[in-house]
């Protein structure tokens, strides 16, 4: 496999001249710059792929890089401002990540199943969400004893089911002043969302995507682990933290 790596490096520093050979050996080994099968690159990302192996397109790591910084400082911008980040990313590639970056920043995110509507429909998913917040708050307390069994039953079914769609939501106090998101064609629903009422879409978007679509695109591959890791951990790095919770 090291072979495999130490091949590619000559391929891509050709068209890649600003980069040490140890960085890009660093995204090789993670997956970052591997997108998908050449026949499958979108129209509008031929600009930034860096060459082929094995019909396999190669996303030019100086791209991804210069993307990676316009990312973090446009979230540096609005986290400065005490800005919300939505984090969205469903895939058991992408929960970990996700749920780093929400920890780190006590912002909401989505890793089980985006919720129709939770940014077009926010007020009623946010009565939803509150309504859910009040149900597990009740629970903890011990008031569902004065329930009969069936009545305790259906609260901890509803709570449940609820649990599917609001947990990782309880900081979505507000529309956000922006979303991330690992796969935007997993997430068409909340890319679609974002973009109707305006809201930055920072994601990670990979050959068969259009880049277009996203405010602040980060190449690289979208469905493996360390390769999402490798980003998110990029931006944690570089983004400032606010000096209290949003």
Known sequence: YNIII????????????NIDNEVIKEMANLGVIFGHKKSKTHPKMKPFIGGQRNEIALIDPEATLDKLGKAISFLNEKISQGGLILLVGTSSA????????????????????????????????NQRL??????????????????????????????????????GLENLK???????????????????EARQ??????????TDDDPTLVDY???????????????????IAGVTKPTTNI
């Open 6 to 17: 130490m091949s590619l490096i000559p391929l891509i520093s050709e068209v890649t001249s």
């Open 217 to 235: 695109p980060i190449f690289a591959s979208d469905r493996v682990k360390p390769s999402i890791e490798w980003v998110i951990g990029k931006i």
């Open 197 to 206: 009422l305006g809201i930055p879409i920072i994601a990670i978007v990979d």
């Open 174 to 192: 507000k529309i956000p002043d922006g979303i991330f998101i690992v796969d935007i064609k997993e997430h068409e629903t909340a890319l679609r």
């Open 94 to 125: 992408a929960k970990d990540g996700i749920q780093k970056f929400a920890s780190e920043f006590k912002f909401p995110y989505v890793i089980s199943r985006w919720l129709g509507g939770t940014l077009t429909n926010f007020k009623v998913i």
């Open 130 to 167: 509150t309504y859910y917040q009040e149900l597990r708050a009740k629970r903890e307390s011990g008031e569902f004893s004065k329930y009969t069994k069936k009545e305790q039953l259906q609260f901890n079914e509803q709570i449940k089911k609820m649990a599917n769609f609001f947990d």
